[in-house]
């Protein structure tokens, strides 16, 4: 994907939209904004809840709404503030920043993203996964797993037999 921007090109639908979407992106980053009010609104710019009435999202939250990309967070899930969740990443190389990959991020049922955590990259966070505070997530994360450091790697499992 080239980078193209679209600021410098007049008046247009699009240019409305994203403007649209990236003043409620901010607005839902305040910390005087209801929980459930911050739901509805990144609801409205894009990202996909299961059940958004379930899910609890702290102020500061920042969310990438690249065009083309997913953000898809499952049932009860608890992301913490200041976490910052991107999907898509520049490559690079001698000569710069040639291109951008992109992909949907998953964040399954149960989840827990702690503070300041960086997700970036497309993955994948698994079911009742805990991702510890400050963590920086480039890779999947396995089910009943938690993650914690730069770059995030497994400490434990949790056991899920009753």
Same mark, same amino acid.
């Given at each position: 994907?080239?980078h ?6 007049g008046?247009?639908?699009?240019y ?11 607005i ?27 899910t609890?999202i702290?102020?500061d939250?920042?969310?990438d ?6 953000? /898809?967070? #499952?049932k009860n899930?608890v992301i913490?503030?200041g +976490?910052?969740?991107i999907?898509?990443? $520049?490559?690079? &190389? ?15 049922d ?12 497309p993955? /994948?966070i #698994?079911?009742?996964a805990?991702?510890?505070?400050? +963590? ?5 994360v $396995?089910d009943? &797993? ?11 499992t949790?056991d899920t037999?009753?």
């Amino acid at each position: 994907m080239n980078h193209k921007p679209i600021w410098n090109s007049g008046f247009s639908k699009i240019y409305f939209k994203k403007a649209i979407k990236f003043f409620l992106i901010h607005i839902s980053k305040q910390f005087f904004i209801a929980p459930g009010l911050r739901s509805y609104l990144l609801a409205a710019c894009g990202i996909k809840f299961y059940d958004r009435k379930s899910t609890f999202i702290g102020s500061d939250v920042l969310f990438d709404t690249t065009e083309g990309t997913t953000t /898809t967070i #499952g049932k009860n899930v608890v992301i913490t503030n200041g +976490s910052r969740i991107i999907t898509h990443y $520049p490559i690079l &190389s001698r000569t710069g920043i040639k291109e951008y990959r992109k992909g949907d991020v998953v964040i399954k049922d149960y989840a827990f993203i702690g503070m300041n955590t960086l997700i970036i990259k497309p993955v /994948t966070i #698994g079911l009742s996964a805990v991702v510890g505070a400050g +963590s920086v997530v480039t890779k999947d994360v $396995p089910d009943y &797993s938690i993650v914690v450091g730069n770059p995030a790697s497994v400490i434990a499992t949790i056991d899920t037999t009753p």
